[in-house]
């Protein structure tokens, strides 16, 4: 990528960070000419169900790919739609050009394009951008921030909240939940809560650690769905891990909560407590 040269040893934050959002800037400008235009779309999984892509999706991950081998050829990468093993590197980049395809071919702005750097395999940095609403989430190094429409740039936090009768919780669309236990606990969940809003994939993370959510639960999630809105959770304050507690780097089912206790509740609700 023009200006950007690969560096000596092991990169800075500032670094790492400022290549982020040139990568996301990339990916934006891929992706901007073909939404809420009539472009064709691939349905990756055939008979088997639907799991849709479009150029946009891989014009965007292929010049992120481009960009990260020629500023960091000794990272890896791994993308949604052209995966690879990852490097020897201690570096890994995880990318999902765009988070909620069927938003972006509905013309719903609720996507975003994903950009997660993990460190020995923890997430260390994460970016959510949205080039439509031109809104950018990050987060690392134990803070998060937004930068908005309008230029400004504001710190994230999460807000408080004790108990899952005061919460909000979102989750991408109740059709996730399709095994039975998986169903019969989230049903308990949403009757624990104050109120459930569905849509949103990536967007819904972002306004927990933005303070206007408390809870997202979803499951059936791959690692490059969530290894960059950990980070950005995480910096304002919140908590991202498996229903089980465990780490949520590679994905399965997740809770993501703005606050300890409410996470807590959550997570013996989905258990059956």
Same mark, same amino acid.
């Given at each position: 990528?023009?200006?950007?040269?690969?560096?000596?040893?092991?990169?800075?934050?500032?670094?790492?960070?400022?290549?982020?959002?040139?990568?996301?800037?990339?990916?934006?400008?891929?992706?901007?000419?073909?939404?809420?235009?009539?472009?064709?779309?691939?349905?990756?999984?055939?008979?088997?169900?639907?799991?849709?892509?479009?150029?946009?999706?891989?014009?965007?991950?292929?010049?992120?790919?481009?960009?990260?081998?020629?500023?960091?050829?000794?990272?890896?990468?791994?993308?949604?739609?052209?995966?690879?093993?990852?490097?020897?590197?201690?570096?890994?980049?995880?990318?999902?050009?765009?988070?909620?395809?069927?938003?972006?071919?509905?013309?719903?702005?609720?996507?975003?394009?994903? *950009?997660?750097?993990?460190?020995?395999?923890?997430?260390?940095?994460?970016?959510?951008?949205?080039?439509?609403?031109?809104?950018?989430?990050?987060?690392?190094?134990?803070?998060?921030? =937004?930068?908005?429409?309008?230029?400004?740039?504001?710190?994230?936090?999460?807000?408080?909240?004790?108990?899952?009768?005061?919460?909000?919780?979102?989750?991408?669309?109740?059709?996730?939940?399709?095994?039975?236990?998986?169903?019969?606990?989230?049903?308990? =969940?949403?009757?624990?809560?104050?109120?459930?809003?569905?849509?949103?994939?990536?967007?819904?993370?972002?306004?927990?650690?933005?303070?206007?959510?408390?809870?997202?639960?979803?499951?059936?999630?791959?690692?490059?769905?969530?290894?960059?809105? *950990?980070?950005?959770?995480?910096?304002?304050?919140?908590?991202?891990?498996?229903?089980?507690?465990?780490?949520?780097?590679?994905?399965?089912?997740?809770?993501?909560?703005?606050?300890?206790?409410?996470?807590?509740?959550?997570?013996?609700? =989905?258990?059956?407590?």
């Amino acid at each position: 990528m023009e200006g950007m040269v690969a560096p000596r040893g092991k990169p800075s934050a500032q670094r790492l960070e400022q290549a982020g959002h040139a990568f996301a800037d990339l990916a934006g400008r891929a992706i901007l000419p073909y939404f809420r235009r009539r472009i064709s779309v691939n349905n990756k999984l055939g008979q088997a169900g639907f799991d849709p892509v479009t150029a946009a999706d891989r014009a965007a991950e292929r010049s992120m790919r481009k960009a990260i081998a020629a500023t960091f050829p000794e990272h890896g990468i791994v993308g949604e739609e052209y995966p690879e093993p990852p490097a020897s590197s201690p570096y890994t980049w995880v990318l999902d050009p765009i988070d909620g395809t069927r938003a972006f071919i509905t013309g719903n702005p609720l996507w975003g394009t994903l *950009i997660g750097l993990l460190e020995n395999g923890q997430p260390i940095l994460g970016f959510m951008d949205q080039p439509y609403t031109r809104e950018r989430f990050w987060g690392g190094g134990g803070k998060a921030s =937004l930068r908005d429409a309008t230029g400004k740039v504001r710190k994230l936090k999460t807000r408080p909240c004790a108990r899952l009768s005061e919460a909000a919780l979102g989750t991408t669309h109740p059709d996730l939940f399709a095994a039975r236990t998986d169903a019969a606990a989230f049903a308990r =969940l949403t009757k624990a809560v104050r109120l459930t809003r569905y849509g949103g994939d990536c967007y819904g993370y972002c306004l927990v650690a933005a303070g206007f959510m408390d809870l997202v639960v979803e499951v059936g999630l791959k690692p490059h769905d969530i290894a960059a809105l *950990i980070p950005i959770i995480e910096g304002a304050g919140g908590l991202v891990t498996t229903w089980e507690g465990g780490p949520a780097t590679g994905g399965g089912r997740i809770i993501a909560a703005g606050d300890r206790r409410v996470h807590a509740e959550a997570m013996a609700v =989905l258990r059956g407590g």
